[in-house]
């Protein structure tokens, strides 16, 4: 999925300049989640304590020069001087001995490394010849992100700033702002082509429809410019219009559609039921609080209209909270666990079911992709090892920690990885990812197709098996022919 396949394109921050100061003493649940390449989400949507350099940082060794008596010397001076020598020689590498001891542990190399910083960031801020140029804030933004970069958490561990931090909240929420469109451009045509509306969002409710292309917005024509163009010409903040000129096929007939911006939900779980397989094709877009609900919703609706299968989509899912990943699991394994918890002293501790399973018998594929991450990595790895269900695409992202945020008092935040999981195997997933049972590539260039597409375009199954997803055509393929 591009970055255009995802409205938060067309969101709008309405951030405040003012920021509530955090209560130091609060804590705050733990969260998976994940910026999986290809996502709307920040680099951040968890890492091992860092190593320091173990070299010893004593100033010198003394040396014993073998000071002998010379002749000529007064008795009691030679002996002076002896004594002062041992005790400079005794202090020195007792010294040596107790400094290298202190920056050798942890606590200690931590306040030597601070200390370092602040020194630099004095000199800087003392010395530095264009006063203009120094930002504080700035600075501190990118000496955090740097530190955070050298742990080695790939994809997850992540500072935001206030701005960011809000933004991500909303996401998490499942709320949104702007039209509400998902866009798609062409890399043969290069035309702009509305993949689908987000159901209920402004633009789905003013009438565009999946396959409309974009030709002019508010009147200025767009036609072979690049999606990042048009995103800026549609982005604006609430409340106000925008005019999207768009082309429809088959007819080309023309319209011109004007939509408000407003808030909008973004469902987390959507469902097509293909009914000529009684296949119900399920995705879920991230681990948004209230997610694990609506896949429940999901499953009741689509067993009533005579599912008996079910493909699992979380090709795309970015993450999320770790609870719904649990208890999303939980839906279908009646006992056992859904991941390993491990500590930085190789502790592990189980995260099992919640003992409130919807249907531990139905047939399950779930399709996976490079950006599968984070939350949507434990429920595949849940399944997997529970044989619960055959997993299906290409390799997971890999990554493997649990987040906790801590929040900073201008109203950034940290996401640290504070605990790494595993599978209820114990394999790591962290850089590895979750190898398919059964690898299927898809072509370049190609999106997967989504269970919003196959309901706007009304799609039969002959033309969700032409559309040119292998993966999914795969995964209905393999459910027909179970044994």
Known sequence: MSNYDDPGWYEQDNTSNQTQQPDP???????????????SLPDMYGAPSQKFPTGQFATGNASNTGNRRNGGGKPGQVIVSLALIIIAFTGGWFGHQ?????????????SYYANLFQQAWSIVDQNYVDRKAVNY????????????????????????????VKSQQQQLSGVSSGIGIYIQQDTKTKQVIITATVPGAPADKAGFKSGDIIVAVNGTNVVGKDSDTIHNFIA???GTSVAITIQRPPTNQRLTITVTRADFKIPGVIMRYISETHIAHIQILGFDSGVSDQLKTALSQAKKLGATSIVLDLRDNPGG????????????????NVLLEQDSSG?????????????????????????????????????????????MGAKTLGTGTVLNEFDLPDGSAIYLGV?????????????????????????????????????????????????????????????QTRP
């Open 25 to 39: 003493t609060e804590t705050f649940p733990q969260r998976i989640h994940n910026d999986a390449p290809g996502t």
């Open 98 to 110: 107790i400094y290298s001891g202190l920056l050798s542990s942890s606590s200690n190399q931590s």
């Open 137 to 164: 804030k700035d600075m501190s933004y990118a000496a955090i992100r740097s530190m955070l970069a050298v742990l080695n958490d790939k994809g997850h561990t992540y500072f935001l700033s206030p701005q960011e």
């Open 236 to 238: 604006g903040k609430n």
């Open 321 to 336: 909270y770790l609870q719904e990943a649990i208890n999303t699991a939980s839906e279908f394994l009646k006992s056992g």
């Open 347 to 391: 502790k592990r501790t189980p995260d099992p079911v919640n003992g409130r399973p919807i249907d531990t018998q139905i047939p399950i594929v779930v399709l996976v992709n490079g950006n599968t991450a984070s939350a949507a990595e434990i429920v595949t790895g849940a399944l997997k090892d529970n044989k619960r269900a055959i997993i």
């Open 419 to 479: 605990l790494e999981w595993l599978t209820p195997n114990g394999s790591f997933i962290r850089d590895k990812g979750i190898i398919p049972n059964i690898l299927v590539p898809l072509a370049a260039g190609t999106n997967p197709l989504t269970p919003n597409v196959e309901n706007q375009r009304n799609m039969t199954l002959q033309q969700i098996l032409a559309s040119g997803d292998t993966q999914l055509a795969a995964a209905i393929k393999y459910l």
